[in-house]
């Protein structure tokens, strides 16, 4: 996706379709708005003046030019009220312009920044928002579709406006920031879109290989010889009952700045969750490839991380777990107890929470290894934090305020939303075994602190933040940039949270 930013005179513009972006409260005086009209072969003065456009958010109103015109179409879009607007408004609006366009099979369109900064945003981040939401929005997978692939035209432009050219410098690094989060998002999108027979745990170790390779990361992958020797019983424990081989993949990003924190992001990628023994019901079962999405959010950051604009100045460490739950011969029972590698026991009690056993390998080992100034994990961890908060925001865990904060700050400006659920010391009676240190699954109630609690036992003191995406990882509340299927979400939070390092 090419993206430009242009300044000028309207009526210099050629387009297939100008995207004009209007408040309730904008003035059809104004003289912008009037050289829009002028191009249009005055179409949009009807529009405007009988006031059947009101400019409510994601309203829009499709115009035809006059035959010589330059400017083909006008596609009004609302924004609703001025000061009601925000960048998740704004990520929404760039949206639903962006899919008229491409439901027009427009291969190119421009989208007019002229007085959307009255909203209250700044040039920079109206044009990341605008690339953000436009490429987010365009997202599809066709890889497996190949009937109607010629139905499809790629838009292959997006072009940013504005009459002014003052803002031209900040317009155009934003536009490169949004687009890279885009880019980033897309990616762990079409890994987690994949089935479970192609996206397999040796998939992923690949990927991560190709991501490494292209820019510079030093890449280990452990494969099941190595990770019996180092004691990574959790992790081989789960993959028993397959035969896809598990890996423990790291990635190491180096910032170059001397004495920089170091962030390890830990992701699950069971990358098909039938439960194990535990097996689960065959309802929605297929969702349970998406279980590698905390897995894709560590990936997509950092293939976007040198591309992020301006340094950072954090040292990454990317660690993804994955291995399919599968209930083969050798699988896990319930009962079972597993040494893991920090030296813990643990007592199966249900086989369909892997989620937690895998991540508590890669936790413990990212603490051992690297010694961490902060850890943050991302999983589809508990149906329970789908029934706690639906799909709009992630759950949040943590055991560092300062952490928790920086994690919330990142999450408010990125628009994947968290909130925080609490994880308090009593908890941790709950999950204690008779017979091994700690058990897997407990009574009802609380499933997704659980599961939390249980992770914590791995972390020790590092400063850390459990993300459970389980309900935000697919099927979102549809909107304009988020369509049905797997959001991608994580990546832009991540991202946002190692761009504002401090
Ligand atoms: N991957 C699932 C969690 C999940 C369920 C994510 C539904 C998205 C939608 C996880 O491995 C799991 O099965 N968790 C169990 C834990 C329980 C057995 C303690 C759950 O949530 O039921
Ligand atoms: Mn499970
Ligand atoms: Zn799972």
């Known amino acids: 996706m090419n993206i430009t930013v242009r300044t000028g005179k309207i009526q210099n513009l050629h387009t297939n379709i100008l995207c004009v972006f209007l408040f309730q409260e904008t003035k059809k005086g104004e003289d912008w708005l009037r050289e829009v009209d002028r191009v249009s072969g005055r179409r949009l003065a009807g529009i405007l003046n009988t006031g059947d456009f009101k400019g409510e958010l994601n309203e829009t109103v499709l115009v035809y030019s006059s035959d010589k015109s330059s400017v083909k179409r006008i596609l009004l879009v609302g924004m609703g009220k001025k000061r009601e607007f925000n960048g998740e408004k704004a990520r929404q609006v760039f949206g639903t312009a962006a899919k008229q366009a491409k439901s027009l099979k427009l291969k190119r369109f421009i989208l007019c920044l002229t ?51 003052k803002n031209f410098d900040e317009y155009r690094s934003g536009a490169e920031e949004g687009l890279v989060f885009a880019k980033g998002t897309s990616y762990a999108r079409d890994l987690a879109s994949n089935p479970g027979n192609t996206v397999t745990p040796t998939y992923l170790a690949e990927d991560a290989r190709k991501i490494a390779k292209e820019n510079g990361f030093k890449c280990t992958v452990f494969d099941k010889a190595k990770l019996s020797k180092m004691g990574m019983n959790a992790l081989l424990g789960v993959a028993r009952g397959s035969s896809e081989p598990p890996y423990l993949i790291v990635l190491e990003y180096k910032c170059g700045v001397k004495d920089a924190d170091t962030v390890a992001l830990v992701g ?7 439960g194990g023994i535990s097996l689960k019901p065959s309802k929605k079962m297929e969702e349970m490839k998406y279980d590698m999405c905390g897995a894709a959010a560590v990936l997509g950051v950092m293939k976007i991380l040198k591309e992020i604009p301006g340094k950072l100045k954090v040292n990454v460490i990317g660690i993804i777990t994955t291995t399919e739950n599968l209930p083969g011969g050798k699988a896990l029972k319930p ?22 056993l895998i991540l508590s390998d890669a936790l413990a080992y990212a603490v051992d290894k690297y010694k961490p100034d902060a850890i943050v994990d991302l999983a589809t961890l508990t149906g329970a934090i789908v029934v706690a908060l639906g799909h709009y925001a992630t759950g949040m865990f943590g055991n560092n305020a300062l952490l928790l904060k920086k994690v919330s700050t990142a999450a408010d400006k990125s628009g994947d939303m968290v909130w925080e659920m609490p994880l308090y010391q009593e908890y941790d009676e709950h ?70 390092w401090k």
């Open 335 to 356: 009962g079972d107890i597993i040494t893991t590698y920090s030296g813990l026991t643990v007592e199966v009690i249900n086989t369909d929470a892997e989620g937690r």
């Open 268 to 274: 699950k990628g069971v990358t098909f969750d039938s």
């Open 115 to 165: 007085g959307i900064s009255d909203g209250g945003l700044s040039p920079r981040e109206i044009s990341h928002y605008a690339a953000e939401g436009a490429v987010m929005s365009l997202y599809e997978f066709t890889k497996f579709k190949t009937e109607d692939t010629k139905k499809i035209t790629p838009v292959t432009e997006i072009g940013l406006y504005d009459t002014e050219r």
């Open 431 to 500: 999950i204690k075994s008779s017979v091994a240190d700690i058990k897997n699954s407990n009574g009802p109630g609380a499933g997704a602190t659980f599961g939390a609690a249980f992770l914590q036992k791995f972390v020790k003191k590092t400063p850390w933040v459990h993300l459970d995406i389980a309900g935000t990882a697919w099927d979102v509340n549809e909107k304009s940039y988020l369509p049905k299927g797997p959001t991608g979400v994580g990546v832009r939070l991540l991202a946002r949270l190692l761009m504002d």
